[in-house]
Nanobody, 117 residues
Framework: QVQLVESGGGLVQPGGSLRLSCAASGSIFGIFVMGWYRQTPGKLRELVATITNGGTRNYADSVKGRFTISRDNAKNTVYLQMDSLKAEDTAVYYC???????????WGQGTQVTVSS
């Protein structure tokens, strides 16, 4: 089993920056993809960014050029550097680990990001 704990959320002004962290623990082995998703009330959870073991990154068009996902395998931690934040980035951000072969997903508890002046 895998447990994921997000941190780093908070209140930031438009145009500001935040850095989210997701620490993974448990049965972490093999090939897996880690990523960040976000969700607001009344909307579906949407992909923000993903990163593979080898460092291949994928971003939603809405955040491309503004957000950067990174991964520290030694620390079993994935980060999301969020720059040039917009009000529409306001959401609960969730960390996810996926094992591609089994397609089993593990989710963190979420961290609130609020972009407001």
């Amino acid at each position: 089993q895998v447990q994921l704990v997000e941190s780093g959320g908070g209140l930031v002004q438009p145009g500001g920056s935040l850095r989210l962290s997701c620490a993974a623990s448990g049965s972490i082995f093999g090939i897996f993809v880690m990523g960040w998703y976000r969700q607001t009330p009344g909307k579906l959870r949407e992909l923000v960014a993903t990163i593979t073991n080898g460092g291949t990154r994928n971003y939603a068009d809405s955040v491309k050029g503004r957000f950067t996902i990174s991964r520290d395998n030694a620390k079993n931690t994935v980060y999301l550097q969020m720059d040039s934040l917009k009000a529409e980035d306001t959401a609960v951000y969730y960390c996810k680990l996926r094992r591609p072969i089994s397609q089993i997903d593990y989710w963190g508890q979420g961290t609130q990001v609020t972009v407001s002046s």
